[in-house]
């Protein structure tokens, strides 16, 4: 075997080491070492939005419970539940009572970034509103429109501190929760309630935020209920208690047990998702951390789809080297066969240039093949029926029919004169030809007698020639 068949050979051998052994198992390691690099970023994601949560419910509870027994609490209630019951919520003790301690509690509550906060009796009588005045001596046990998770965290409140998760509540036109705490007097026997009002903008305004996550990368949370307690970034509006998530990852926390794998969300997108149950005291949810795998996959799918155009490039190299190796190995053995034959390098010469010459006819013929097949298919086209021709032919059809007998008849007519005049014509033709031959003829009726007298005179000696 020659040396360029060898060489394509071992080309060969060294494409399919590396594209069928080499490549797919750098591919695969690439894959491995991405989702590993993904899944620790989107654990870390989770447990920072988890830390912070957290804290904020931490913080929430520690306010509660350093507000209750704070004397601003608990000198003011007192004075807030003896005017309201002796003289009223618009008397003049009631107003007094407000003035010392109304201004620094509305402080506080702006200060720490509640909505509301109430000071509310043993009997469930709202004795002061930070903010709301309306709510002002409101019986939260024996109103019936208001929502039963209020009743609820009163009564907790009452003996310990508790909190409500956030639901929707009519009464103030958004996801709402609140906490509660005993306030004591100095004997430790309960007064009353502190309530706060927490804002879900708070919660929200902690998922929303995406550090790291890209186009598709998201963090939210899902109650015990499978409902969202958060907004979804793919869809517009709120989606907080409103969108049911029942994925695998949302089953999973639910159970107690945080992980990572590639699985279907909410939306049915293929994602990397990071779960984890949220522990978080009075709230039974959980949370997540996801990104869709085309775009934590990104650099590798560049990287496979550069490897399948390089692949392809050097097949078609591979292949064109190839064919051009073995032609000219063909003509090698051709031109040693023509030496072996003794021909000379002018017939070897000869014969390249017939074989180029048939390379040429063939290719000739296959542009005329074409060239056929191009106007076959045009007169194709062209024979088809346009729109419009089928209503033209019927119109010149009853034109024809419309005619007079007597127009066709004289129709008729010329058309046999004409046919009179052709045939003169051609019997006239004959007749020169005719006429032609006969001279012809004498010319070669002449032409032997002139032949025979030739013949004598050639016979004939001159005179004056002697015997």
């Not at 009997?123 to 609820?152: C, H, K, Q, R």
């Not at 292949?319 to 023509?338: H, I, N, P, T, V």
């Not at 070897?348 to 063939?362: L, M, S, T, V």
């Not at 127009?407 to 058309?415: A, F, H, N, R, Y």
């Amino acid at each position: 075997m020659r040396y360029l068949l060898k060489l394509f050979l071992a080309i060969v051998l060294g494409y399919f080491v590396f594209f069928g052994i080499i490549g797919p198992s750098i591919y695969s390691k690439a894959i491995k070492s991405l989702k590993q690099e993904t899944s620790n970023h989107l654990i870390t994601v989770r447990e920072l939005k988890k830390l912070e949560l957290e804290e904020y419910f931490f913080e929430r509870r520690g306010d509660l419970m350093v507000l209750s027994k704070d004397p601003l609490v608990v000198e003011s209630l007192p004075l807030f539940v003896n005017a309201f019951k002796e003289k009223g919520l618009g008397s003049k003790q009631y107003i007094d009572a407000e003035k010392e301690f109304g201004t620094k509690l509305t402080y506080y509550t702006k200060t720490y970034g509640y909505e509301d906060l109430f000071l509310v009796d043993i009997d469930g009588n709202i004795v002061f509103s930070a903010v709301d005045e309306s709510y002002l001596g409101i019986n939260l046990l024996e109103v019936d429109f208001i929502d039963p998770m209020i009743p609820d965290i009163f009564m907790q409140g009452r003996e310990k501190v508790a909190f409500s998760d956030y639901v929707w509540f009519e009464l103030f036109n958004e996801l709402t929760s609140f906490g509660a705490a005993p306030i004591r007097d100095r004997r430790g026997d309960v007064m009353g309630v502190l309530i706060f009002h927490l804002a879900f903008r708070q919660i929200n305004d902690m998922m929303s935020k995406r550090p790291g996550l890209g186009k598709t990368g998201e963090t939210y949370l899902v109650g015990e209920d499978k409902l969202m307690r958060s907004n979804s970034r793919f869809v517009e509006g709120s989606t907080a208690y409103q969108l049911r998530v029942d994925t695998e990852g949302v089953r999973e926390a639910m159970k107690g047990h945080a992980g990572v794998s590639i699985m279907k969300d909410y939306r049915g997108a293929s994602v990397i998702s990071a779960y984890s149950p949220l522990n978080v005291e009075h709230f039974n949810w959980v949370i997540l951390a996801e990104i869709d795998v085309a775009e934590a996959f990104k650099a590798i799918y560049k990287l496979r789809r550069f490897m399948y155009i390089v692949s392809g490039l050097v097949c078609i190299g591979v292949g064109l080297y190839g064919y051009l190796a073995y032609r000219k190995e063909m003509k090698l053995q051709e031109e040693e066969e023509w030496e072996e034959e003794g021909l000379s390098p002018e017939e070897i010469e000869a014969r390249q240039a017939a074989y180029a010459a048939a390379e040429e006819e063939e290719k000739k013929k296959k542009k005329k093949k074409k060239l056929k097949v191009k106007v076959k298919k045009g007169e194709k086209k062209l024979k088809k029926p346009e729109p419009g021709k089928d209503a033209k032919k019927e119109k010149t059809d009853k034109v024809v029919k419309t005619e007079k007998p007597a127009e066709i008849k004289e129709k008729k007519v010329d058309t046999s004169g004409k046919t009179e005049n052709v045939a003169k014509s051609v019997e006239s033709k004959d007749k020169k030809n005719r006429n032609l031959d006969k001279p012809d003829k004498a010319k070669n009726a002449e032409k032997p007698a002139e032949s025979k007298d030739e013949k004598a005179g050639g016979h004939d000696k001159p005179p004056g020639e002697k015997k």
